[in-house]
């Protein structure tokens, strides 16, 4: 065997002899930065080849780097140290809730399984959407407050990463231990900000530590903290903001001032009232929309007083109606308590300022106003000059604001009166708004007669603010017209979201009742072609999953 002398700042002479320069060049290049050898593969060996100071370019440029960037690898991993042991995680804190049923947790394995399987595109086929009946089977779970398998709260923190729908019920399910893997984990932090979306509500009992989260935690922690102290003692959520309120930043106090809405009373009145002359514009429209919400305020009253001089009985013609005269200024006054000055786009000052004083106006006035008539007479009395417009859109708003179901029940009008012929708004999103403010049986009852009268095209965003599952008038009035379009001859996907919204909001027990519509009806003279079987298909998918969804019920029943 022929002796090698090696030298220590290159390879064996038999290494040389035996690979040649190629071998040479690479441990040469090797001796180049990690960084400039992936400049060369970025940019490519005939723009920036790799050259050794004071050496030969290599003749094979993209071979050299090859060689050198293995060598520098090797060396690399040779040269790692084992890193030092960390301390562990201190264990994970019990959870009391019981565990759920076996079925049940056989059912979660399923739901998250088919949230991560590729979906085919084209038609849906009779299948359930098992990605849809995640949000409710979380909802349930949670009410019946079981706690999840372990080996389960990863793949559910990896769905509530992607949708951010699920977080709320889904980081309830998961508990402290989905808090303590968040921990461990920078891809579910999402879960340790602390609001409304994601953890569990902070201890309030220790009065120490509420004062240390207040005055030491991030401000998602510190948002969640007030929401909590908030929801159990109103004057002490107010007086814990007052301690920090003038050093907050802007876009925190808005956030924090907005947590005043739940639990919002009189005692409120005075550090609102303050907030008119804060720095931010924000937060000023945002105190005085409070303060507008409490129909015994100071700017409550100095609102009222401005609208009425504004929106009067007329007498002067044969039978009653309404004068407008909007106002001709926005002076510092009105702009103190919330008045913007500047309107949009499109928009007349004038109209745009009287819009905001009605708006702002405790709707008990109007009463007083037009000589104890109830609202529906109110708003049924003719408005001069084409104001009715703009005076029946700011009623609407305050009856939002105010939580008023008689004068949202007013402006709605009769269900199946054409939207022109309404007191109030023909804007189904306005109508929505006013909906959610009546009670969930009369919201179920005003939609079902909605559907009945004018069918499903402007159904949607209405269907949307009623509680789930729908009352049985509801529902078969969204079963019936669904029925009279397959028979009209209308494709399904023109009322896909309607049906995928029945499908997880139609009673379950309505699947027995739906069986007769899963059969393919006969193709009728003009119907669009295939209609039939695509109309079939969309039942056989709404009954396999209202069954579903019942089986789902049953499972997670203790």
């Known amino acids: 065997m022929p002796r090698t002398t090696t030298d220590p700042s290159g390879p064996t002479s038999a290494t040389t002899a035996a690979t040649g320069p190629t071998t040479t060049a690479a441990h040469a290049l090797a001796s180049l930065p990690w960084e400039e050898l992936v400049t060369s593969a970025l940019l490519g060996t005939d723009r920036r080849p790799p050259v050794v100071p004071g050496g030969p370019v290599p003749a ?65 086929g009779a299948t359930p959407d098992l990605t849809e009946l995640i949000p409710q089977w979380l909802a349930t779970a949670n009410r019946r407050g079981f706690r999840p398998p372990a080996d389960l709260v990863p793949p559910l923190l990896d769905a509530a990463r992607a949708r951010t729908d699920l977080r709320p019920q889904a980081l309830a399910f998961a508990g402290p231990l989905g808090l303590w893997l968040a921990a461990l984990n920078p891809e579910w932090k999402f879960a340790l900000r602390g609001s409304a979306g994601g953890s569990l509500a902070p201890d309030t009992g220790d009065p120490e530590a509420v004062r240390r989260l207040w005055e030491e935690g991030l401000f998602a922690e510190r948002v969640a903290l007030l929401d909590a102290v908030r929801a159990q003692d109103p004057a002490a959520a107010l007086a814990l903001l007052t301690t920090a309120w003038s050093t907050e930043r802007a876009e925190d106090r808005l956030m924090f001032l907005d947590s005043l809405r739940a639990g919002l009373g009189p005692g409120d009145e005075e550090f609102l009232e303050q907030a008119l002359a804060d720095r931010s514009r924000n937060v000023r429209a945002t105190a005085a929309e409070l303060l507008s919400a409490l129909p015994t305020s100071a700017l409550a009253g100095r609102m009222a007083a401005r609208a009425t001089s504004c929106v009067n009985p007329d007498r002067t013609g044969a039978g009653a109606s309404i004068a407008v005269e909007a106002p001709h200024e926005c002076d510092a006054g009105m ?138 008038p509801l529902g078969r009035a969204v079963v019936d017209a669904l029925d009279i379009a397959r028979d009209g001859g209308s494709y399904p996907w023109s009322f896909s979201g309607v049906m995928g919204l029945a499908e997880r909001c139609l009673d379950p027990a309505e699947a027995d009742r739906l069986e007769v519509l899963t059969a393919t009806p006969d193709e009728q003279e003009g119907a669009s072609p295939g209609a039939g079987g695509y109309w079939a298909e969309a039942f056989q998918r709404l009954v396999s999953t209202l069954r579903l969804r019942a089986a789902m019920e049953a499972e997670l029943t203790p």
Request: overall charge positive; charged content about 20%; some cysteine.
């Open 60 to 124: 094979d440029g993209p071979a050299a780097l090859l060689g050198a960037a293995a060598l520098h690898t090797v060396r690399r991993r040779a040269g790692l140290l084992p890193a030092v042991a960390g301390a562990r995680p201190v264990p994970a804190p019990r959870d009391p809730r019981p565990h759920l049923p076996e079925g049940a947790r056989h059912r979660l394995t399923q739901l998250l399984a088919d949230r991560a399987a590729p979906t085919a595109s084209g038609r849906r």
């Open 335 to 472: 702009q103190r308590d919330g008045v913007a000055p500047v309107p949009p786009t499109g928009r007349g000052e004038r109209s745009w300022w009287l819009g905001q004083l009605v708006e702002a106006t405790p709707l008990g006035i109007w009463h007083e106003r037009f000589g104890g008539r109830p609202a529906a007479e109110i708003v049924a009395l003719p408005v001069a000059d084409d104001w009715a417009g703009e005076l029946h859109a700011a009623w609407c708003r305050a009856a939002v604001r105010q939580r008023n179901p008689g004068w949202a029940r007013a402006l709605l009008g009769v269900a199946s009166a054409p939207p022109a012929g309404s007191p109030g708004p023909a804007s189904i999103a306005e109508r929505s708004k006013l909906l959610a403010v009546l009670s969930e049986a009369e919201r179920a009852d005003w939609v079902a007669a909605f559907i009945a009268a004018h069918g499903l095209s402007e159904a949607f965003q209405l269907l949307g603010v009623c509680t789930v599952p729908w009352t049985g």
